[in-house]
Each structure stands twice: as C-alpha cells, then as structure tokens.
C-alpha cells in the first residue's frame, strides 16, 4: 500500500552539530514533499518542501534532499540548536491528486541535548 | 492576519455524545482539510472541503463522522455517538484559492472521550 515512513523514531544530537533526519515513500508518482516540524501541543508548521523534479533545496539552516532512485528523502538541519527539539514529519502529495491531500509518515523525534 | 483558528482547543465528550470542532481558515483561504493524529502517530487526512462543497471525503469513516463549510462562518467537523477510540488530535488546515499545496495548520483540538 502506500505509505510514507521514516528510517528512526528518535534522534538524539549534541547542540551545535548537525542533525539528519530522513524519510522513505514508496509512492513514485508523489510529486510534492513537505517537511514539518510539530512541537509539543502544537499544530504542524512548515519547514521546506521539495518537487519532485529537484533532488536538493535549501532554506535558512535546513536542506532537503530527494533521491528519487530509492524514493528517499531527508531533512538535514545545521547547528542544531534546543529549540529545533519536536516531532517531524515529512508528507507528500501525490501526483494524480489536485486536492493538495497530504499523506504523512509517523514522524522522528529530535532532541537536542545542551 | 490571523492564522487558521480552530476551537475549542480541548474538548472532554462522555462516550455517545456529540463533539463539534470548529476551524476558521486563515483570512482568504477558502480551501480546508481535517487531519485526525492519534497519540504517537502521524496525522491522517479525512477530509478536504470547499465552500459550500465536500471535494474529498475518502479518509472519513462511513458512520457519526460529517463535516461542512457552510458560504458563512467556520468549518466544522461533527462526531456523533463519540466512542473512545475517536480521542485524538484533530488539526484543520487551510490553503488559498491559487495553491493548494500551501496550507497551514491550526493548532487543532484535543478529543478526549470519557
């Protein structure tokens, strides 16, 4: 069936390092991806999304990278710092849908240690 | 310009009653999604509507769940018959008329079934 999932439940990183959160989707007709950032008791806020006919995008401390080949995608944060620490999720739209419908997967919880 | 407004925020239901949840999309969004997100899960699409018209509804159960966007007033998703299984986290989000694939969350409304 279709999916959209994550490699890791949770991620522990150091402040200051780097932080790389990835995603596999099996549906290779999605042609939109979104990464959001949802904290505790919050609603999903957007962070940077991607098309499919990119395979890199970057935004303010964040990088997407799409690799269609293996249907992967990842979300790479730059100095992370203690506020960067929530859930994230990574959706996607499919191709044949006009709707804007998201599909998420479960989500990666990121901490970061001071 | 005030973001997508959904209340209650939490909202405590015996099981057989009735829960409305409310959402006003951001101003000149006329396009609205309800995502339900169970404890520890990502969020599930249910429902896509526009004014006046139910566009997509492939991700609503066929029984006690409705949802409307009236041309006046907010958007709401109706429950009838609330079991404990319907407690969760139900998150609206809205986008303009020109893109679809912007849409921004509200801060969602916590069902809880007693």
């Known amino acids: 069936g279709e999916s959209v999932g994550l490699h890791l439940p949770t991620l522990s990183v150091q402040e200051g390092d780097n932080s790389i959160i990835n995603c596999a989707y099996s549906?290779?007709?999605?042609?939109?991806f979104i990464w959001y950032k949802q904290e505790s008791g919050k609603g999903p806020q957007f962070i940077i999304d991607?098309?499919?006919?990119?395979d890199k995008r970057q935004g303010q401390r964040v990088t997407v990278l799409l690799n269609k080949t293996v249907k992967h995608l990842s979300l790479q944060i730059a100095a992370t710092q203690p506020g960067d620490s929530a859930v994230y999720f990574c959706?996607?739209?499919?191709?044949?849908?006009?709707?804007?419908?998201?599909?998420f997967g479960q989500g990666t919880t990121l901490q970061v240690k001071p | 310009n005030a973001g997508v407004m959904q209340n209650p925020r939490h909202l405590v239901r015996r099981r057989g009653q009735e829960a409305r949840l409310r959402c006003s999309p951001m101003?000149?969004?006329?396009?609205v999604y309800w995502y339900r997100q169970l404890p520890e899960e990502g969020l599930k699409f249910m429902v896509y509507?526009?004014?006046?018209?139910?566009?997509?509804e492939s991700g609503m159960p066929k029984e006690r769940f409705s949802a409307e966007f009236p041309k006046e007033g907010p958007s709401i998703l109706r429950i009838q018959q609330v079991v404990r299984g319907d407690s969760a986290a139900y998150f609206c989000?809205?986008?303009?008329?020109?893109?679809?694939?912007?849409?921004?969350f509200g801060q969602g409304t916590r069902l809880t079934v007693v």
């Open positions: 989000a809205s986008s303009p008329q020109t893109s679809n694939t912007e849409a921004f």
């Open positions: 549906n290779s007709a999605s042609d939109y």
């Open positions: 991607i098309r499919s006919n990119m």
């Open positions: 959706a996607e739209i499919h191709g044949s849908s006009n709707t804007g419908k998201l599909i």
């Open positions: 101003k000149g969004h006329s396009h």
């Open positions: 509507l526009q004014k006046e018209n139910i566009i997509d």
